[in-house]
């Protein structure tokens, strides 16, 4: 409820929803008037405008809007987004759409200061669907948020009894809150910095230690105890080892060493394996070649030793026959008298 002199003002309403206005006269020692309604009238059927309507301000770099379907909208409708701040003469309309399901964006550039009214419109391609619109004044929609780029840690260095942790800024803000995750072996700390880029993180030795770092718009620079806008995603992780890498050394010897010994030897075994399982199987031409040398040299021997023979038994059919000459010889026995 607003007091104004003037019999006019000039305000931005966000369409898509019912909006009734009450006015009366207020005078000074007179009785207040009665309440007249003004009804703010609606293009388009019910359930057809957009809804889920939500925008994000990356960086303050772009703005993305996504919204959903509205229930009683067909398939085939398509929905146009147009926005509008202050200074602008006409709206001017978003071109860079995707769709994912039922799911609809656009994102458009906008690195201005947000200090004016701000409204975004989205409305379809036909009369019939109702045009739904975000405004961004003091009363009816908060601010659109604002997403940090996540930031990026470029340096950690050893410190008397921890480490420097030291990383990259989104923007040039002076409101702005980090968050340092800090996982060690078996604890998970968080770290708030404000508005420093580095921060000196005690840690306990012989741990391994990963680091993550998101970043938030701080509100009215209130010492980070109350936020505003949306945390960034986090940054990449990096990872500090202060363990006793010797057992970790010894290891790597070991472990190619063990592997070649057990190749061997499975080598070795298989080998024997295979001639087990799979005997080897003569050569044919080798095999007959061999039987067939044993048998001419049997065949050989043979012919030697039989050829002798055959002339030793031989006889002859026609001996010459030599006749010897036969003597007498006659032996008596003389008695005497």
């Known amino acids: 409820m607003t007091s104004i002199p003037n019999p006019s003002r000039a305000i931005l309403v966000p369409l898509g929803k019912k909006a009734v206005f009450r006015a009366r006269p207020l005078c000074k020692d007179i009785k207040n008037g009665e309440w007249v309604n003004i009804t703010l009238p609606q293009n388009g059927s019910a359930g057809t405008g957009a809804i889920d309507v939500s925008c994000i301000w990356h960086n303050r770099q772009y703005v993305e809007c996504s919204w959903r379907r509205g229930e009683n909208a067909s398939r085939d409708t398509i929905y146009n987004l147009t926005y509008w701040h202050h200074g602008m ?48 004044e003091i009363g009816l929609v908060p601010e659109i948020p604002v997403k940090p780029h996540p930031p990026s840690i470029i ?69 980070c ?30 472990i190619p060493l063990c592997v070649t010994i057990l190749t061997i030897i499975l080598l070795v075994y298989l080998k024997r ?41 031989k006889q002859p059919a026609e001996l010459p026959v030599k006749e010897e000459p036969t003597h007498l010889l006659i032996i008596t026995n003389r008695k005497e008298n």
């Open 89 to 136: 003469t006409e709206e001017k309309e978003c071109t860079n759409y995707t769709t994912e399901g039922d799911t609809f964006r656009c994102s458009f550039h906008f690195a201005k200061i947000l200090s004016e009214p701000f409204s975004v419109s989205i409305h379809g391609n036909s009369k019939d669907i109702r045009t739904v619109c975000l405004v961004t």
């Open 225 to 254: 105890k109350n936020y505003k806008g949306m945390w960034s995603e986090w940054s990449n992780q990096e990872e500090w080892d202060e363990r006793d890498n010797t057992f970790k050394f010894l290891l790597l010897i070991l």
């Open 273 to 313: 394996i295979k001639l087990l399982m799979l005997p080897t199987i003569p050569d044919p031409g080798k095999f007959l070649k061999g039987m067939f040398e044993d048998q001419s040299e049997d065949l050989h021997a043979k012919e030697m030793f039989e050829e002798p023979n055959m002339d030793l038994c």
């Open 155 to 223: 340096n950690i260095r050893k410190s008397s009894d921890g480490v420097f942790l030291n990383w990259t800024s989104p923007m040039n803000w002076n409101s702005v809150c980090y968050e340092v995750e800090i996982n060690s072996s078996n604890t998970k700390k968080m770290k708030t910095v404000e508005g420093k880029t580095t921060a000196a993180i005690p840690l306990s030795s012989n741990e391994r230690h990963t680091f993550r770092v998101r970043a938030i718009q701080d509100s009215l620079n209130n010492h």
